[in-house]
T-cell receptor, first 111, second 115 residues
Framework: DQQVKQNSPSLSVQEGRISILNCDYT??????FLWYKKYPAEGPTFLIS?????DKNEDGRFTVFLNKSAKHLSLHIVPSQPGDSAVYFC??????????FGKGTSLLVTP | GAVVSQHPSWVICKSGTSVKIECRSL??????MFWYRQFPKQSLMLMAT?????????EQGVEKDKFLINHASLTLSTLTVTSAHPEDSSFYIC???????????FGDGTRLSIL
């Protein structure tokens, strides 16, 4: 049973524009959310996280928004760069327990 | 950032062979390590959680006698796929974390191909 869902398998954005990646979850007990970036044949790289006590966390070009009532989070990348092209995984957990991953969204940033 | 090293990165072997994969945290002591498996275009599926010095906790449907996990030190966990068969071919990834409120850091994965 997929508790974390990324409904868009792919997204294409022009360089310089905003990329918005979405993620929904079903388990209301989740209180820790993360985004990972993954290149082919490599392990995921941690990007940014947010705990349920916040609704926004920002790190440079990356901002994660959390809407607990909607059980939805999103990752905003501004401005998007060609090097951002990768697969982005959303993950969620109850703090201290294993992560539950979505299936990923493949982002392509075109020049 | 934290570095997790996974070795080997690619293994091709005959059916019936046992394969050991190592996962090392290079710059921090990992109290907990995780092993995942990823099928093409799918999410990472957790196989097991291991805490240093204790037995691994396996997810439902994962055979503990098939996938042996050892977490002998705070910097090393190993996954041994015993008597591997073609259906075990997959991408195996480990991760490690220090504290429960910190993100997991992943190795680069091992591509296992069983002929």
């Amino acid at each position: 049973d997929q508790q974390v869902k990324q409904n868009s398998p792919s997204l294409s954005v022009q360089e310089g524009r905003i990329s918005i990646l979405n993620c929904d979850y079903t388990n209301s007990m989740f209180d820790y959310f993360l985004w990972y970036k993954k290149y082919p044949a490599e392990g995921p790289t941690f990007l940014i996280s947010i705990s349920s006590i916040k609704d926004k966390n920002e790190d440079g070009r990356f901002t994660v928004f959390l809407n607990k009532s909607a059980k939805h989070l999103s990752l905003h990348i501004v401005p998007s760069q060609p090097g951002d092209s990768a697969v982005y995984f959303c993950a969620a957990s109850v703090t201290g327990y294993a992560l539950n991953f979505g299936k990923g969204t493949s982002l392509l940033v075109t020049p | 950032g934290a570095v997790v090293s996974q070795h080997p990165s690619w293994v091709i072997c005959k059916s019936g062979t046992s394969v050991k994969i190592e996962c090392r945290s290079l710059d921090f002591q990992a109290t907990t390590m995780f092993w995942y498996r990823q099928f093409p275009k799918q999410s990472l599926m957790l196989m097991a959680t291991s805490n240093e010095g204790s037995k691994a906790t396996y997810e439902q449907g994962v055979e503990k006698d098939k996938f042996l996990i050892n977490h002998a030190s705070l910097t090393l966990s190993t996954l041994t796929v015993t008597s591997a068969h073609p259906e075990d071919s997959s991408f195996y990834i480990c991760s490690a974390r220090l504290y429960s409120n910190q993100p997991q850091h992943f190795g680069d994965g091992t591509r296992l191909s069983i002929l």
